[in-house]
């Protein structure tokens, strides 16, 4: 599809090359298998992670210890492709360079980066990002999951839901309660008192791994505590790192919708011409192509500002909240332009439509970053 406002021209040469060297991966190596991963509920992680690793897709903006180092920019060009896939692939990719890496990275001894970070940047070991609670979700503060001095060592007993890659990690990073407020844990999912099962029978994010986590006396020695950072800002940012791929990611999903309801446009004949051809059809695709276009000038805009140091989080929410749900809007109008074809899985766009329901809800709900957007223009917290 013609890039109509060249929003490309923005991007430097390395930066076209990542997006040349995912749109490519993608098109040979997801796009003819996801449907059935999202039919079966399955995503081959271990046979992928490699793949991601040694094309550097993960940590890749983190520098040394074998992540790529990129700017922030390329980072959400590349998770706008990924996302073009599915939602499900970006999203592996961003546990494990944001939420899993990025606090290894951030606030690890180097003991813990050295064992991790290099594993994980080539896709050998996977990690997860245990945040949210049963009970617990837009607040994580109110958190129950508790780890408690004894000796030398912690033990850790609570419980996460709604973690991706959960049951296929090899560690997750635990958020907890501590005397001391809130630590970030460094829990190998081989520790006894660790169990990870599968959350079954979601109908969004189904080529993606969701899992409960739960630790029952988890014995970790004193070196499993990130030493670096207390509190819930550690979190916070893992998540607005997170947030800025979904920001790009957000517009990959909504370019395949557009993508398939233009060509299907163009093709379905009705009436004796093809449907495309109807004035009404040409006003659902115009204004989709503005929906995309406008998201794709937030990101480019945010990516600016990330690799200039200057993007807070009041910024993230916006493009967060903004471009999501223009990706939504689009996906659904989409779906009605392909008829009862859109509700199948032959083509890409009851996929996307179903995914972005959980990213309106992950990494901060809709209704959060309203609250945040809010707050910054009257000055008043409407949480609580
Ligand atoms: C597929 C999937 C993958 C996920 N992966 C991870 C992961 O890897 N790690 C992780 O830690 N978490 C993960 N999550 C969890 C996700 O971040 C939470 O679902 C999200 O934060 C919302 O929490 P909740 O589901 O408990 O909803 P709740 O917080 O219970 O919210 C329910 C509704 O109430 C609204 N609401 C809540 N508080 C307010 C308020 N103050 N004002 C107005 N409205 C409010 C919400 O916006 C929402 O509409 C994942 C979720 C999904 C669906």
């Given at each position: 599809?013609?890039?109509?406002?060249?929003?490309?021209?923005?991007?430097?040469?390395?930066?076209?090359?990542?997006?040349?060297?995912v749109r490519s991966f993608v098109a040979d190596r997801v796009l003819p298998h996801v449907g059935d991963w999202f039919e079966e509920g399955t995503f081959p992680a271990r046979e992928l992670a490699p793949e991601l690793g040694s094309l550097g897709l993960l940590g890749m903006h983190l520098e040394g210890h074998g992540c790529a180092g990129t700017d922030a920019t390329s980072y959400g060009?590349?998770?706008?492709?990924?996302?073009?896939?599915?939602?499900?692939?970006?999203?592996?990719?961003?546990?494990?360079?944001?939420?899993?890496?990025?606090?290894?990275?951030?606030?690890?001894?180097?003991?813990?980066?050295?064992?991790w970070l290099p594993r994980m940047a080539r896709g050998e070991a996977i990690g997860c990002f245990g945040l949210t609670e049963p009970d617990h979700g837009s607040d994580p503060a109110s958190m129950r999951t508790y780890a408690k001095r004894d000796g030398a060592d912690w033990v850790l007993n609570g419980s996460k839901m709604w973690i991706t890659n959960g049951s296929i990690a090899d560690v997750a990073v635990v958020w907890a309660q501590t005397d001391d407020g809130i630590r970030g844990f460094i829990v190998?999912?081989?520790?006894?008192?660790?169990?990870?099962?599968?959350?079954?029978?979601?109908?969004?994010?189904?080529?993606?791994?969701?899992?409960?986590?739960?630790?029952?006396?988890?014995?970790?020695?004193?070196?499993?505590?990130?030493?670096?950072?207390?509190?819930?800002?550690g979190p916070l940012s893992c998540l607005s790192e997170a947030r800025f791929g979904i920001i790009w990611g957000a517009v990959g999903a909504a370019r395949a919708c557009v993508e398939s309801a233009v060509e299907y446009a163009q093709t379905r004949v009705q009436f004796g011409k093809p449907i495309g051809a109807f004035q009404l059809t040409q006003e659902k695709l115009a204004w989709m192509y503005v929906g995309l276009a406008q998201a794709g000038l937030t990101a480019l805009h945010l990516g600016a500002l990330k690799d200039a140091g200057a993007l807070e989080p009041r910024q993230i929410s916006f493009g967060k909240m903004a471009n999501v749900r223009a990706a939504l809007d689009i996906a659904r109008e989409a779906r009605s332009i392909l008829g009862g074809n859109g509700i199948t899985l032959e083509y890409p766009v009851i996929r996307h439509m179903n995914n972005l329901e959980s990213v309106l809800t992950y990494e901060g709900t809709q209704e959060i970053h309203t609250l945040?957007?809010?707050?910054?223009?009257?000055?008043?917290?409407?949480?609580r």
């Open positions: 599809m013609d890039d109509l406002l060249r929003l490309d021209d923005r991007l430097d040469g390395d930066q076209r090359l990542i997006r040349d060297t060009v590349a998770c706008r492709e990924l996302e073009a896939g599915d939602s499900g692939l970006r999203s592996f990719v961003s546990v494990q360079g944001s939420l899993a890496m990025f606090p290894i990275w951030r606030y690890g001894s180097e003991e813990q980066k050295s064992e190998p999912t081989d520790t006894p008192g660790f169990s990870a099962p599968e959350i079954r029978k979601k109908l969004s994010l189904r080529a993606s791994v969701t899992s409960s986590l739960y630790f029952d006396d988890v014995r970790l020695p004193s070196s499993a505590v990130l030493p670096g950072v207390r509190g819930l800002k945040v957007l809010g707050e910054a223009l009257t000055g008043l917290s409407a949480y």
